[in-house]
């Protein structure tokens, strides 16, 4: 984030202690304040072009991090994908190459190229790769419904891309331009003539400068991106090629072909396949208009015991992580059709209490919508706002809802005492908080062998669980004791991918977890009660301790999701070996790091001597805190599950670690080769 300084001209005052402050004074003229002679007409930046978007690519795409550098791909896709619904486009095409340069081709109707009205010097398709708010999503004469609306998404792409290049096939002719970091490299070429081709092809990559030297796309976040946008809309094929090196030892294939007419239904079935189910009946639909006004299709499916709910959003085939409008009018929906449902079955009384929240906490849906001028909350698109949404979706599901509860009584039955023992479980939980608020004093109860930290709030609050007593003394000794808390546990914890809910009941380390934490577990999780800002799993550097944090991780990620979507899960990086030479010594994290130090920091140095730490309980406490705990130098890495990854990284955390041997076996014999690769290294 920029300081003070930036947001105001580079001038602002800022107080400085005595000892620092200047002992000249500038000449301030009459009726002025300090600073005022340098803050003149001169220091105004007008940024022009696309710079705005090379200077604060935040504003644009929320970021320089992996996540923004895929962002680049959705801006792209979705262009295609707006001519794919618009009825022009029917087949696009997504190849990554050896050398990072990802290419989306589509055959429909190809970006104007004859020259453009206000700017008669430039072609249209000038004006559109290097403009801000240029496009033909403004109104609806050109496309009904669109993701692009603000006319700065391909031009992004542009200005943040080391080399772009565009070809379009238009009137059986082949036109091409190339751009470089949002400027154009050569005009507007005319390549000849082509009878059996039409559309538009854009060929990028991304700006070291802006990304890094490092930041490539990575090929299965592609892949499943192009096959979520191939569900939400039948009517399109998508291709996928990938240059087989870059893909090679993963699942990802190298050629693909996504099309799925049965839309989001197929979509969710693939999603929950495996998983308990309250009634095993999807509730799906779709509507082509809605008086005029919008299109949209669902699909919704409830999740049982020990499940924790999901709804996937899109609004014109935009992905919308954090909701919206949209949501809100299924919520309302499924809400008041339960409700009525009730009634109708003489249970209104029992239902009474049921809430959007008991209906949806464990529903796993997916939604589409197609609205003409959407309204987002930022440029990212994360928030659908626009509130004729929620009429458009209420209205359409709400119907639907209805004749579906009443052509499957069974299902109906099941899910209705499904949501109102939800709501009895919300209404327990309330009148305990109530009965602990109104005692006067009360003891926290928390596990014995938690060394927990003085600080009282949760904020800059940290807690270690650490692997074995051992390493746990050594961490009470390094930790500092106001804002971290230090949590042994005893080898390795259950594997909750495989166990019964009386086996976690019965499992005392996971219950000293519990209590430590204090926020509950699955849908009884209340993040307003966890007790630490940072949750930081600390296992030994080892095969071993891996196993541990993995165990760790999946009990987090089955029983607390919402701790790790919330940002709270972190893993600490020890280290693995102590290198030492005459008074100077560094620590290596693992094998290739120590190579990498030995022919750095101690280039042409002999007699070094190299220490291997077998675990954390042999480091002293000192070292421990310098390599680990201590926050100015430590490493931590953010477990974090991608809103576009949930399919994949459920099915993976399934086969690796649930009741199917077979499985893990199989996985093992899949990656069988690469395994020995790491063996002859």
Same mark, same amino acid.
């Given at each position: 984030?920029?300081?003070s &300084?930036?947001? %105001?001209?580079?001038?602002?005052a800022?107080s400085?202690?005595e000892a !620092?402050?200047?002992?000249?004074?500038?000449r301030?003229?009459?009726?002025?304040?300090?600073?005022e002679?340098?803050?003149?007409?001169?220091?105004?930046?007008?940024? !022009?072009?696309l710079?705005?978007?090379?200077?604060?690519?935040?504003?644009?795409i929320?970021?320089?991090?992996?996540?923004?550098?895929?962002?680049l791909?959705?801006?792209?896709?979705d262009?295609?994908?707006?001519e794919?619904?618009?009825g022009?486009?029917?087949?696009i095409?997504?190849?990554l190459?050896?050398?990072?340069r990802?290419s989306?081709?589509?055959?429909?109707r190809?970006i104007?190229?004859?020259?453009?009205?206000?700017?008669?010097?430039?072609? $249209?398709?000038?004006v559109?790769m290097?403009?801000?708010?240029?496009?033909?999503k403004?109104?609806?004469?050109v496309?009904?419904?669109s993701?692009?609306?603000h006319g700065?998404?391909?031009?992004?792409?542009?200005a943040?891309?080391?080399?772009?290049?565009?070809e379009?096939?238009?009137?059986?002719?082949?036109y091409?331009?190339?751009f470089?970091r949002?400027?154009?490299?050569?005009?507007l070429?005319?390549?000849?003539?082509?009878?059996?081709?039409?559309?538009t092809?854009?060929?990028?990559?991304?700006?070291?400068e802006?990304?890094?030297?490092?930041?490539?796309?990575?090929?299965?976040?592609?892949?499943?991106?192009?096959?979520?946008?191939?569900?939400?809309?039948?009517?399109? !094929?998508?291709?996928?090629n990938?240059?087989?090196a870059?893909?090679?030892?993963?699942?990802?294939?190298?050629e693909?072909? %996504?099309?799925?007419?049965?839309?989001?239904?197929?979509?969710l079935a693939r999603?929950? !396949?495996?998983?308990?189910?309250?009634a095993d009946?999807i509730?799906?639909?779709k509507?082509?208009?809605?008086?005029?006004?919008?299109?949209?299709e669902?699909?919704?499916?409830w999740?049982?015991?020990? #499940?924790?709910?999901?709804v996937?959003?899109?609004?014109?085939?935009?992905?919308?992580?954090?909701g919206g409008?949209h949501?809100?009018g299924?919520?309302?929906?499924?809400?008041?059709?339960?409700?009525?449902?009730?009634e109708?079955?003489?249970?209104?009384?029992? $239902?009474?209490?049921?809430?959007?929240?008991?209906v949806?906490?464990t529903?796993?849906?997916?939604?589409?919508?197609?609205?003409?001028?959407?309204?987002?909350?930022?440029?990212t698109k994360?928030?659908?706002?626009?509130?004729?949404?929620?009429?458009?979706?209420?209205?359409?599901?709400?119907?639907?809802?209805?004749?579906w509860?009443?052509?499957?009584?069974?299902?109906?039955?099941?899910?209705?005492?499904?949501?109102i023992?939800?709501?009895?479980?919300?209404?327990?939980r309330r009148?305990?908080?109530?009965?602990q608020?109104k005692?006067?004093?009360?003891?926290l109860?928390l596990?014995?062998?938690?060394?927990?930290?003085?600080?009282?709030g949760?904020?800059?609050?940290?807690?270690?669980?650490?692997?074995?007593d051992?390493a746990?003394?050594?961490?009470?000794?390094a930790?500092?004791?106001?804002?971290?808390?230090?949590?042994?546990?005893r080898g390795?914890?259950?594997?909750?991918?495989?166990?019964?809910?009386?086996k976690?009941?019965?499992?005392?380390?996971?219950?000293?977890l519990?209590?430590?934490?204090?926020?509950?577990?699955?849908?009884q999780?209340?993040?307003?009660?966890?007790?630490?800002? =940072?949750?930081?799993?600390?296992? &030994?550097a080892?095969?071993?301790g891996?196993?541990?944090?993995?165990?760790?991780?999946?009990?987090?990620?089955?029983?607390?999701?919402k701790?790790?979507?919330g940002?709270?899960?972190?893993?600490?990086?020890?280290?693995?070996?102590?290198?030492?030479?005459?008074?100077?010594t560094?620590?290596?994290?693992?094998?290739?790091h120590?190579?990498?130090?030995?022919?750095?920091?101690?280039?042409?140095?002999?007699?070094?001597?190299?220490?291997?730490?077998?675990?954390l309980? #042999?480091?002293m406490?000192?070292?421990l805190k310098?390599?680990?705990?201590?926050?100015r130098?430590?490493t931590?890495?953010?477990?974090?599950v991608?809103?576009?990854?949930?399919?994949?990284?459920? $099915?993976?955390?399934?086969?690796?670690?649930?009741?199917k041997?077979?499985?893990?076996?199989?996985f093992?014999?899949?990656?069988?080769?690469?395994? =020995?690769?790491?063996?002859d290294?």
């Amino acid at each position: 984030m920029a300081d003070s &300084d930036d947001l %105001f001209g580079g001038n602002a005052a800022r107080s400085l202690p005595e000892a !620092e402050a200047p002992k000249a004074k500038a000449r301030v003229p009459a009726g002025g304040t300090p600073g005022e002679a340098g803050y003149t007409a001169a220091a105004i930046e007008v940024l !022009e072009g696309l710079e705005p978007v090379r200077r604060r690519p935040g504003m644009y795409i929320g970021g320089t991090d992996e996540k923004a550098l895929h962002h680049l791909f959705a801006e792209v896709i979705d262009n295609s994908m707006d001519e794919a619904v618009a009825g022009h486009a029917t087949v696009i095409t997504v190849e990554l190459d050896a050398e990072g340069r990802l290419s989306v081709t589509d055959n429909g109707r190809g970006i104007p190229v004859d020259p453009h009205p206000k700017f008669p010097d430039k072609s $249209a398709l000038e004006v559109i790769m290097t403009t801000l708010h240029a496009g033909g999503k403004f109104d609806s004469k050109v496309y009904e419904t669109s993701g692009g609306l603000h006319g700065v998404g391909i031009s992004v792409v542009n200005a943040l891309s080391d080399l772009l290049e565009v070809e379009v096939a238009r009137g059986q002719q082949l036109y091409r331009q190339v751009f470089s970091r949002g400027l154009p490299v050569t005009g507007l070429e005319t390549l000849g003539r082509v009878l059996n081709r039409r559309g538009t092809k854009v060929r990028f990559k991304p700006d070291a400068e802006i990304f890094g030297d490092k930041a490539r796309f990575d090929p299965a976040r592609l892949f499943r991106m192009a096959r979520s946008k191939a569900y939400l809309f039948g009517g399109v !094929e998508i291709r996928w090629n990938c240059d087989p090196a870059l893909v090679a030892g993963t699942d990802v294939p190298a050629e693909a072909v %996504f099309r799925f007419p049965g839309g989001l239904r197929d979509y969710l079935a693939r999603e929950i !396949e495996g998983r308990n189910l309250v009634a095993d009946q999807i509730f799906s639909g779709k509507i082509d208009k809605d008086g005029g006004h919008g299109s949209l299709e669902w699909a919704v499916i409830w999740l049982g015991s020990g #499940e924790d709910g999901f709804v996937n959003s899109y609004c014109n085939t935009i992905p919308t992580p954090e909701g919206g409008t949209h949501e809100q009018g299924l919520r309302i929906a499924l809400l008041r059709g339960l409700r009525d449902h009730a009634e109708r079955l003489g249970q209104a009384k029992r $239902a009474a209490n049921v809430t959007g929240d008991d209906v949806m906490a464990t529903a796993a849906g997916m939604l589409s919508v197609f609205i003409r001028e959407p309204e987002f909350q930022g440029q990212t698109k994360d928030k659908l706002a626009t509130l004729e949404a929620s009429r458009i979706v209420e209205n359409a599901v709400r119907d639907a809802f209805d004749h579906w509860l009443a052509a499957s009584p069974s299902q109906a039955t099941k899910l209705l005492d499904w949501v109102i023992e939800r709501a009895d479980e919300r209404l327990r939980r309330r009148a305990e908080k109530e009965v602990q608020r109104k005692t006067a004093v009360r003891k926290l109860r928390l596990p014995g062998k938690l060394a927990d930290c003085s600080n009282a709030g949760t904020a800059g609050s940290e807690l270690f669980i650490v692997e074995g007593d051992s390493a746990g003394g050594s961490a009470k000794q390094a930790r500092d004791r106001q804002t971290q808390a230090v949590l042994p546990l005893r080898g390795k914890i259950l594997n909750v991918a495989n166990a019964t809910r009386d086996k976690l009941a019965a499992n005392q380390q996971l219950q000293d977890l519990m209590q430590a934490l204090g926020c509950g577990t699955g849908t009884q999780y209340r993040p307003e009660d966890l007790r630490y800002e =940072k949750v930081i799993i600390m296992t &030994d550097a080892d095969v071993d301790g891996a196993h541990i944090a993995s165990l760790l991780i999946t009990y987090f990620y089955r029983q607390m999701p919402k701790l790790i979507d919330g940002g709270h899960l972190f893993l600490a990086v020890p280290p693995l070996y102590r290198l030492s030479h005459g008074g100077k010594t560094v620590y290596a994290r693992d094998d290739a790091h120590k190579d990498e130090l030995m022919k750095t920091v101690f280039k042409g140095k002999s007699n070094i001597e190299i220490g291997r730490f077998k675990g954390l309980g #042999e480091m002293m406490p000192a070292q421990l805190k310098e390599t680990t705990m201590d926050r100015r130098k430590r490493t931590l890495l953010r477990v974090e599950v991608d809103s576009e990854d949930r399919l994949d990284t459920a $099915a993976v955390v399934e086969r690796l670690m649930g009741n199917k041997p077979e499985a893990r076996f199989n996985f093992i014999q899949e990656r069988a080769e690469f395994a =020995k690769e790491l063996v002859d290294l």
